[in-house]
């Protein structure tokens, strides 16, 4: 016989000492420090008058931290304002519900372009801090999507085929990294393809000279003067194709010897053929898959008992399978949109102005890239998951009380906390130039049970201190080799 106890009665109550529920906000900072996204926005936005206050740095970063830390809305800044620890840790206040939405109302095109004008710069950084260089592939996913809005009183807001009142932002995913590149905000009713072409000559700009970018589409954006754009500046495409009848006929009458087995999918075949679009006057590279429709389903006579998958693209090497099999991967990104809506509050767009939208959408773009920046800079997504939400679980909603010791700021964590060697490894900077590849984790039990805490000087330099043995060893040394021999040290 089986007896369930209930839980302990508890008692709440209230204490003034720091305490912090997001120890590893300190890692979203490291990670914003070294792209330099408050010094890039720092020189180039210029949205206030005067200079009391938060600077517009501020407003960018502590908006975009607490979107990374989860919160969904401005209302949700209320919460990040509370945690008086991490604003003595970043040295600001996060801003108040209602002057961040002052500070958004404020935006007009051109302090939106100065906003990109910033973002592109960290780009550009990040790109370097992850080792891009010139001649590496880049693969670029374009996409737009349908944001709803509450009211059809909100600028931009028109009714569409969803049956309810949207804006129509494109997006832009790097697919190696799961970076947001870039988003520009359009109204409800623009078509798919609107604004594309001035679109990826921005996207282009905030990736690395030299590198080789592929950009993949959706049929949504197939146009000859896309095509054109693209081949003019030397990017390879695949872009899906929509159904016509002269597509479809010409499609029938590739043979089936022509067709060969998909490389990485249980059905299907592939075969290519040369088509030239009615208005266009150049042939290009048509690559088509199908597949045979399932026994009972309802044929149609154009498709002669097949399902047909086409695209379009300039690459004259890569074998018919293989860009098939890559385009198909192109449905990632709505991995990244999807992201974007369920874990940083982007389902919804809730300000009045286009503009204060627009800004919103940046700020929320540049909280899911902190995300991002802050697992592959600090190697915390090894097994290849960058959702928002397992970041969140595992190192950024960690308990801690903040203390003072010594003239230094030291942020004390549980010793049992599971993933304490990886917290340590990722507070490496990225700067640093002779880090290994793949450090030996520093597991938490190989730790004695000692007092150990974080601790960090005025200026941000986090520490791994022992309080008994008084040792030290920063965030700079904490891949070392010499860092296996911490238990024998502390326990002699």
């Given at each position: 016989?089986?007896?369930?106890?209930?839980?302990?009665?508890?008692?709440?109550?209230?204490?003034?000492?720091e305490?912090?529920?997001?120890?590893?906000?300190?890692?979203?900072?490291?990670?914003?420090?070294?792209?330099?996204?408050?010094?890039?926005?720092?020189q180039?936005?210029?949205?206030?008058?005067?200079?009391?206050?938060?600077?517009?740095a501020?407003?960018?970063?502590?908006?975009?931290?607490?979107?990374a830390?989860?919160?969904d809305?401005?209302?949700?800044?209320?919460?990040?304002?509370?945690?008086?620890?991490?604003?003595?840790?970043?040295?600001?206040?996060?801003?108040?519900?209602?002057?961040?939405?002052?500070?958004?109302r404020?935006?007009?095109?051109?302090?939106?372009?100065?906003?990109?004008?910033?973002?592109?710069?960290?780009?550009?950084?990040?790109?370097?801090?992850l080792?891009?260089k010139r001649?590496?592939?880049?693969?670029?996913?374009?996409?737009?999507?349908?944001?709803?809005?509450?009211?059809?009183?909100?600028?931009?807001?028109?009714?569409?085929?969803?049956?309810?009142y949207?804006?129509h932002?494109?997006?832009?995913?790097?697919?190696?990294?799961?970076?947001?590149l870039h988003?520009?905000?359009?109204?409800?009713?623009?078509?798919?393809?609107?604004g594309?072409?001035?679109f990826?000559?921005?996207?282009?700009?905030?990736?690395p000279?030299?590198?080789?970018?592929?950009?993949?589409?959706?049929?949504?954006?197939?146009?000859?003067?896309?095509?054109?754009a693209?081949?003019?500046?030397g990017?390879?495409?695949?872009?899906?194709?929509p159904?016509?009848?002269?597509?479809?006929?010409?499609i029938?009458?590739?043979?089936?010897?022509?067709?060969?087995?998909?490389?990485?999918?249980?059905?299907?075949e592939?075969?290519?053929?040369?088509?030239?679009?009615?208005?266009d006057t150049?042939?290009r590279?048509?690559?088509?898959?199908?597949?045979?429709?399932?026994?009972?389903?309802?044929?149609?006579?154009?498709?002669?008992?097949?399902?047909?998958?086409?695209?379009?693209?300039?690459?004259?090497?890569?074998?018919?399978?293989?860009?098939?099999?890559?385009?198909?991967?192109?449905?990632?990104?709505?991995?990244?949109?999807?992201?974007?809506?369920e874990?940083?509050?982007?389902?919804?767009l809730?300000?009045?102005?286009?503009?204060?939208?627009?800004?919103?959408?940046?700020?929320?773009?540049?909280?899911?890239?902190?995300?991002?920046w802050?697992?592959?800079?600090?190697?915390?997504g090894?097994?290849?998951?960058?959702?928002?939400?397992?970041?969140?679980?595992?190192?950024?909603?960690?308990?801690?009380?903040?203390?003072?010791?010594?003239?230094?700021?030291?942020?004390?964590?549980?010793?049992?906390?599971a993933?304490?060697?990886?917290?340590?490894a990722?507070?490496?900077p990225?700067?640093?130039p002779a880090?290994?590849?793949?450090?030996?984790?520093?597991?938490?039990?190989?730790?004695?049970?000692?007092?150990?805490?974080?601790?960090?000087?005025?200026?941000?330099?986090?520490?791994?201190?022992?309080?008994e043995?008084?040792?030290?060893?920063?965030?700079?040394?904490?891949?070392?080799?010499?860092v296996?021999?911490?238990?024998?040290?502390?326990?002699?």
């Amino acid at each position: 016989m089986s007896v369930q106890r209930e839980s302990r009665r508890v008692e709440v109550a209230t204490t003034d000492r720091e305490i912090t529920a997001h120890a590893g906000a300190v890692l979203l900072r490291q990670a914003a420090n070294a792209v330099g996204l408050a010094r890039s926005i720092g020189q180039h936005l210029r949205l206030k008058r005067r200079t009391r206050g938060l600077s517009e740095a501020q407003f960018v970063l502590g908006m975009a931290e607490a979107v990374a830390l989860g919160a969904d809305c401005l209302d949700d800044l209320a919460v990040a304002r509370s945690d008086t620890a991490q604003e003595t840790l970043r040295g600001f206040a996060t801003p108040a519900p209602q002057t961040a939405g002052n500070f958004l109302r404020r935006f007009t095109l051109g302090h939106i372009r100065q906003l990109d004008k910033s973002l592109r710069a960290v780009h550009r950084r990040a790109f370097e801090l992850l080792k891009v260089k010139r001649g590496d592939r880049v693969t670029l996913d374009f996409d737009s999507t349908y944001i709803r809005s509450y009211s059809s009183r909100r600028q931009g807001a028109d009714p569409t085929w969803t049956r309810r009142y949207t804006l129509h932002p494109l997006l832009c995913f790097v697919a190696e990294f799961g970076t947001c590149l870039h988003a520009a905000l359009r109204r409800g009713k623009a078509s798919t393809s609107r604004g594309i072409l001035r679109f990826v000559d921005e996207c282009l700009r905030r990736v690395p000279q030299g590198a080789a970018v592929r950009a993949r589409f959706d049929s949504g954006f197939h146009s000859k003067d896309t095509f054109a754009a693209l081949e003019a500046k030397g990017v390879t495409y695949l872009v899906g194709v929509p159904h016509n009848p002269r597509l479809l006929q010409v499609i029938r009458q590739v043979p089936d010897e022509d067709y060969s087995p998909c490389i990485d999918d249980k059905e299907g075949e592939v075969a290519e053929f040369g088509y030239r679009m009615s208005h266009d006057t150049r042939f290009r590279r048509y690559v088509v898959k199908r597949i045979a429709i399932a026994p009972g389903e309802q044929a149609e006579l154009e498709t002669a008992g097949y399902h047909y998958w086409v695209l379009v693209t300039n690459d004259h090497a890569a074998p018919a399978a293989a860009l098939e099999s890559e385009h198909r991967h192109k449905a990632l990104v709505e991995s990244g949109v999807r992201e974007l809506k369920e874990n940083f509050g982007l389902s919804v767009l809730r300000k009045h102005g286009f503009l204060a939208n627009w800004a919103w959408l940046l700020i929320v773009a540049t909280g899911l890239n902190l995300c991002r920046w802050t697992q592959l800079l600090g190697e915390l997504g090894a097994d290849g998951d960058l959702r928002a939400k397992r970041l969140r679980y595992r190192y950024l909603a960690v308990p801690a009380l903040l203390v003072r010791s010594g003239r230094r700021l030291v942020l004390k964590l549980h010793r049992g906390y599971a993933l304490i060697g990886r917290f340590i490894a990722a507070l490496q900077p990225a700067e640093h130039p002779a880090a290994p590849a793949s450090p030996p984790p520093l597991a938490a039990a190989s730790l004695p049970a000692r007092n150990v805490s974080f601790g960090g000087t005025p200026r941000g330099k986090l520490v791994l201190r022992d309080a008994e043995q008084g040792a030290c060893l920063t965030a700079n040394d904490a891949l070392h080799p010499l860092v296996q021999l911490l238990p024998v040290l502390f326990s002699s």
